[in-house]
C-alpha cells in the first residue's frame, strides 16, 4: 500500500514543522492554513476517518488535540479555536487517513 502524506510526515520523508509528537499521535502545522497557527493532530496508526477509527483510539486522539489546542491558542494569543474533522470527500476530506483540525481563532 502506498503511504499518505501524513505517514511520510511521521516517516520524516517530507518536512513539517512538528509542534507534539508521542506514542501514538503526531501533530504539525497545516501547509495551507486557514488562521495563523492552524495545525494538525493525526494518530500513527492508521484509519481513514471517523467511519473506520477504533474508541480508544479516538478517545485519545480528541484528549490529546483538546490539550494542544489550549496550550497553542495561549501560546498564541488566540480567543479561541475550531475542532474539525472532515469525513469523506463530501464532506471536504482530502486526505483519507483520520486528522483532527486546530483552527484558532481571534476576535479582530
Ligand atoms: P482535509 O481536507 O483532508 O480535512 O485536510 C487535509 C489538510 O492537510 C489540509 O488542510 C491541507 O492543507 C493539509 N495538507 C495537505 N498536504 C499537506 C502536507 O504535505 N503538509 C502539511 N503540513 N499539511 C498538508
Redesign the pocket.
Known sequence: MERD??Q??IDRD?P??IIYEDAQVIA???????TKG?F?VVPKKYSENLYDIKDEELANLILVARNLALEQVEKLNADGFKL???NNES??????RT?V?IIPCYED
Open positions: 502524506i501524513f511520510r510526515i517530507i513539517a514543522t504539525f502545522l497545516d501547509i495551507d492554513p486557514e492552524h494538525l474539525q474533522i472532515n464532506a471536504g476530506q482530502s486526505v483519507f486528522h483540525h
